[in-house]
């Protein structure tokens, strides 16, 4: 096997996903597109790149299977807990002077951060908000409304839920069943999830912080600089930006739009 | 002719790090990217430490970087590190492989698809199984692999697990991975002088 034919059938397959559901991968890590698709051979019990491609073209129902696989989906609860103390620190208190408040958290994938900012938001007294989770992948969309997520994650998830300056303890918000926590209903009533592209769609809502970690190191530089220009023009002036802490607008022609306010975690505040 | 080096290390990889940070020249050709396996929290000290006995840059690799001449990548804690095929890192949040982030996996495969039969794969001591399966696709697309003598390895968990799954073009012990080094970046030096 060449590796040139491998990256070569990785185009004709993202060129063909693009022209028949206009799914835009162009931009998206290749590295990180084959060791998904590595996993879908698997799956799907398929040979090649070549006949995912013959599969999506050919059986209707295929290509809704493989999105699943095309994105990364791996999430945590108070994933970097200074970053969320941090938010609480820099961004809540001037959050609070608006009488309502939009937050997008732009690739939410399952949702996992959706609860992490509705606890947070909770704690700190905040009620008047309404959250914008949006992904690209419909099934993570599913995952992420449910609010159930195995037993496993709790222990980690608890740990940074103290390091990030949690008032309770995270099992206030869970109810355990089986194998399984499902979070309290109440965190999710502020919150709207809908199907979203930041390779594709344009901006949907005014927001006064958005939130988008570890989406944008899949990324080549011309997408990110589309997401920062939608995210700028998004968010009002004086209101806040939240990136993974190894994502940053240096290279971006919007970084004279933005001052930073945490540059360890990444955080910028929005200037015109 | 070698452009990459991917070297991947865990248990014990500091010392020998060092070592081989002394072996490297420049070239004017060869680009060098490095795992470690370290704890996911903190800050990454291993640039500094290799940087400070070494002729090319070390600094720790950011996501949209392209890949320079004579510089040394080494991941992130916590993030995989790939080569993408036109040469640029990118750093992933992907699961743990081999309960590694980063993986040698991910960053010797990556390697192999990027850079085919121009690269070079030294795997180290460690104490799992990390690296070996990566180190065998580098082989598969063409690369020249590298495996570090288990009995000169302070741990032998990781070069073991690699020669049981394949066959490396060699196996050298710590001084004759330096030379080998040393080697490859002697003749990128002719090279360029042609």
Known sequence: MEADTVNLEIELLIQAIYTKFQYDFKHYSRSSLRRR??????????????????????????????????TVNTTEMFRDPTYFLSLKENVFPILQTFPSIKIWVAGCSTGEEVVTLSILLKEAGIKKYLIYATDINPMNLETAKRGIYP????????KNYRLAGGQGSLSDYYATAYDSVRFDESLYKNVVFSDHSLSTDSVFSETHFISCRNVLIYFDRPLQERVFKLFRESLIR???????????????????????????NRIFRKKD | MIELIVIGTSAGGVDILNKLATAFAKTNH??????????????????????????????????????????????????HLCIEPNHILTLSSEEPLNFSRPSIDVLFDSAAYAYGNKVMGILLTG???????GLKTIQKMGGVTVVQNPSDAEWDVMPKSALQIMTPDFVLTTEEIINKIKSICSEGSIYARE
């Open chain 1, 151 to 158: 037993v496993e994650v709790i222990p980690r998830a608890s």
């Open chain 2, 127 to 133: 104490a799992n199984h990390d690296g070996a399966a």
């Open chain 1, 37 to 70: 698709l590595e996993q879908a051979l698997i799956k799907f019990n398929l040979n090649s790149i070549s006949e995912v491609q013959d599969k999506i073209l050919h059986e209707r129902d295929f290509f809704p299977k493989l999105i699943a696989y095309l």
């Open chain 2, 30 to 79: 060869l680009k060098v990217a490095v795992v470690i396996h370290l704890a996911p929290e903190g800050p990454n000290l291993i640039p500094s430490l290799m940087g400070d006995h070494c002729a090319l840059k070390v600094k720790e690799a950011e996501p949209g970087e392209p890949m320079q001449n004579d510089t040394i990548y080494v991941a992130p804690s916590d993030y």
């Open chain 1, 238 to 264: 004086g209101t806040f930006l939240g990136l993974g802490n190894k994502e940053t607008l240096q290279f971006s022609e919007m970084k004279h739009h933005f001052e930073v306010i945490d540059q360890e």
